[in-house]
């Protein structure tokens, strides 16, 4: 019965997860972690027919490339889990647990065959990855739901290595426990393949559907978020501002910009929106909320800030794209940019908010543009001019 289980059930288990991640990945190939894993499992597969051959040849050198293949398994887990956490893989710690481990399992497997040696080397050996790849996985509080699923089935992944040696001693199986032992390890290792794989397949549907929203979300031409992604992110945020808190809203509209199209052509437009969008991001802080919400139009939602640093901000934009503009553009037209400026008040939703920046944006555009803007009776003198 462990034969089979071993022969067949394992392999074909681990064959078929290897085939689904590598699909996964093909669709996804920005997360490179998911081939790691595919690799694993397919280790894994090629193991479980090794170790059925080894049984049923009673090869012994054999036995020892199955071993070394399933501290590979895991060592390609581990490998994974520290690029999906943007961690060094620990290549240098894996290696020497490996060939620190090897040795002994030739050593009681090719010169004095010991089954409970064995089982106790491979192990601590199995042990020790698992306890690497718990090491690279976020800490607490930071730990997602889903993060925390991965960690504790690993945990039991360990535990259960642990334990598995028990099943090799005569004292607590009884006489036959060679049998015990290859049973335990054909249970265990079909447990372990797929409870690991029910984590590994939960991060990777987090990380798909991330990935799925911020195509969505994210607009291509500027980097910036688009509409869609702005009003999420800035609504977020304002729900959660305290009414002593300030935040700025900026937004700002490229001056004339139909007139670039249509005399310099569309690639030269997109560039224009390029350099605007690469200022916003140089000159803002860096956790500003920064969006295209489309066509010429874009938007800084301004955490923790007071009007006077945002005209600030506003102006340093401003006189950076009159600055760098005309060498995209390279035509009489000298593109310029105009600014308009809100800030939220603490029980402001985000429409009321826009639409006091877009009155703002329109004063700066009907006293002559390339200049910036705001509706606060404090600045309505001559707060910015043209160039």
Not at 33 to 43: G, N
Not at 217 to 223: H, M, P, T, V
Not at 319 to 337: E, G, H, I, K, S
Not at 358 to 384: C, I, M, P, T, W
Request: with cysteine; proline share 3%; charged share 20%.
């Amino acid at each position: 019965m462990s034969y089979v289980v071993i022969g067949v059930l394992n392999p074909a288990m681990s064959a078929i997860l290897s085939i689904s991640l590598l699909a996964l990945w093909w669709h996804q190939r920005r997360l490179a972690y998911i081939m790691i894993f595919a690799s694993s499992y397919a280790v894994r597969a090629i193991c479980f027919i090794v170790v059925f051959v080894a049984l049923r040849e009673q090869a012994s050198p054999l036995r020892l490339v199955s071993n070394a293949l399933i501290l590979l398994t895991m060592g390609l887990l581990s490998i994974g889990v520290a690029q999906k956490f943007e961690r060094r893989p620990r290549y240098v710690l894996l290696s020497i647990i490996v060939f620190s481990t090897l040795p002994g399992l030739g050593f009681y497997t090719l010169v004095h065959d010991s089954l409970v040696a064995r089982g106790a080397i491979i192990g601590a050996g199995l042990v020790a990855i698992c306890l690497t790849m718990l090491a690279d996985m976020p800490k607490r509080p930071r730990r997602t739901p889903v993060e925390a699923l991965l960690f504790w089935l690993v945990v039991v992944t360990a535990v259960a290595f642990g334990c598995r040696p028990l099943f090799a001693m005569p004292s607590i199986v009884g006489e036959d426990f060679e049998s015990a032992y290859w049973l335990a390890i054909s249970i265990s290792d079909t447990l372990i393949c797929s409870t690991l794989a029910v984590g590994i397949f939960a991060i990777i549907a987090v990380d798909v559907t991330e990935e799925m929203r911020s195509e969505a979300e994210n607009d291509s031409l500027s980097g910036l978020l688009n509409r869609r992604g702005f009003e999420r992110h800035a609504k977020a945020f304002l729900h959660a501002q305290s009414d002593l808190d300030t935040s700025v809203l900026i937004v700002s509209d490229l001056d004339l910009f139909k007139s670039i199209n249509d005399r310099c052509g569309h690639a030269t437009g997109d560039r224009i929106i390029q350099v605007f969008a690469e200022l916003l991001t140089q000159k803002s802080p860096s956790g500003a909320i920064r969006a295209r919400l489309g066509g010429e139009e874009f938007a800084v939602l301004l955490p923790s800030c007071d009007l006077s640093t945002a005209h600030q901000i506003s102006e340093g934009i401003r006189v950076a794209f009159r600055a760098v503009a005309p060498a995209v553009v390279q035509d009489v037209l000298r593109p310029t940019a105009s600014f308009g400026i809100a800030v939220a008040t603490g029980a402001e939703g985000l429409d009321a908010l826009l639409d006091r920046a877009d009155q703002a944006l329109y004063r700066a555009k009907k006293e002559g543009r390339d200049r910036v803007r705001d509706l606060e009776q404090h600045f309505h003198g001559k707060r910015s001019v043209a160039g």
